[in-house]
């Protein structure tokens, strides 16, 4: 079951050390990459027989042999038999499946690679099978997976520190505190106070500098940030946001600037706490734009929108799918059947409408009998929500606080989805 957990709904896991090492892991293994494309990323899903598994693996290492670059093609054989070596010690996959990433990784000089290989358990389960050989690993599942809102940026500052964070759903790292290295004010009179404030001014500047050379390494090249807030003691956080220090793709990002008794690391937590109910909001206003947005495609383009289960499903399998917006605690059941009277084996996909309601109408589709035997039933959002994901697409939850959501659950069964073309 996902939902978007709105900012510090979960205060209480900010240190979810698990969690962390997890993300910083996963940071490290997207940075990797083969000399060719010779990395190997496995999705296992929850609960599936590893002799299935190997079945597969033992197909690919064969399909491997005809590669023609000879070090690629050892590689991958290697590499999988590292996989199907290990995966020996499972029967089953654990109770939320596994994650394997294996591979040679390039060194400095052809021949310094080195095999590296990770079995992952996931935090939630996984719905979705893959195998895949790529110069980099697929991490994009697994880290959808750990997602729980948009990332921000947050910074204290005054003219003595800085410090800088990223939050992500609840959880909150903080990246570095920098000094300015400037005195304190007041020390000296006359001639040489005016000497003194000219060189506090440079050394101003300057710190603004490095503060602003630092927002571009953390919220634009290291992170995708969906905003900025800024906070701080005194004047000096206006200064560095009026004063030309960022570029202007940093600064729109900017989405408020808080008053703050500390600065630094101290700052970082005030900014938390003042600065919930932005975060809140800007999360709602997101959300509300995507919304706006779909509507507007309604009204000009509708050609452009799958609504409803049925129809996502299918622009699911046409892998024609740039966004799925889904309310947050959307459930999609598939519920199999049996029909009495004629034998054959029905299935039907239900959204939000209240299941029981649907049950008791169930038809066999051959004959209209209504004597049916349901045979399963099981949740498949996840699924419906990692096929997208697999796929490229965006995947946007929608919180059940905005007034569109009930619009979206009652007349779209809570799922649409827009399509790439
Ligand atoms: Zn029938």
Known sequence: ?????????????????????????????????GRGTELIS??????????????????????AGNIKDRTTRHHVQESLVSIMQRLKFFNKASENGLVVFAGYIAGNAPGNEKFEIYLIEPPKPISIYLYRCDSHFHTDILEEMLKVGNKYG??????????????????????????????????????????????????AHEF???????????????????????????????DFVDGDYIPADLKKLIIGVID???SGEEGIYELLQRGKELLQKVELVKQKEEMDNFLKLLNDDPKKLAIGIK????????????????????????????????????????????????????????????NIKITSERDITDEIVDKAIELGAEVIYLSKNISESESIRSNFQG??????Y
Do not use: W
Not at 42 to 63: H, N, T
């Open 208 to 238: 603004y500098k490095r503060i602003g050379e630092r927002m571009v390494k953390y919220y634009l090249q290291d992170n995708k940030v969906d905003g900025i807030v800024l906070g701080g003691p005194g004047p000096t956080k206006n």
């Open 415 to 420: 799922i649409v989805a827009i399509l790439k």
């Open 260 to 262: 703050l008794g500390y």
């Open 42 to 63: 496995l999705y296992i899903p929850a609960g599936r027989q590893i002799a299935d598994i190997m079945d597969v693996l033992k197909s690919e290492y064969s399909q």
């Open 1 to 33: 079951m996902h939902e978007i957990i709105l900012v510090f709904t979960l205060m209480s896991e900010l240190n979810s050390g698990e969690l962390i090492k997890l993300k910083r892991l996963i940071k490290e293994l997207k940075s990797k990459e």
């Open 311 to 370: 129809e996502v499903i299918n622009v699911l399998n046409q892998k024609n799918i740039s966004k799925l917006l889904i309310v947050e605690d959307s459930i999609i059941k598939k519920v199999e059947y049996i029909c009495q009277n004629c034998n054959t084996l029905n299935e039907e996909i239900f959204g939000n409408d209240p299941l029981l309601k649907v049950k008791q109408n169930l038809k066999c589709k051959i004959c209209g009998s209504e």
């Open 154 to 203: 947050l910074v204290a500052i005054d003219r003595e520190e800085a410090s800088f964070a990223i939050l992500e759903g609840s959880n909150l790292e903080i990246l570095e505190t920098i000094t300015s290295g400037i005195p304190g004010k007041h020390r000296a009179g006359g001639q040489s106070a005016r000497r003194f404030e000219r060189v506090i001014e440079i050394l």
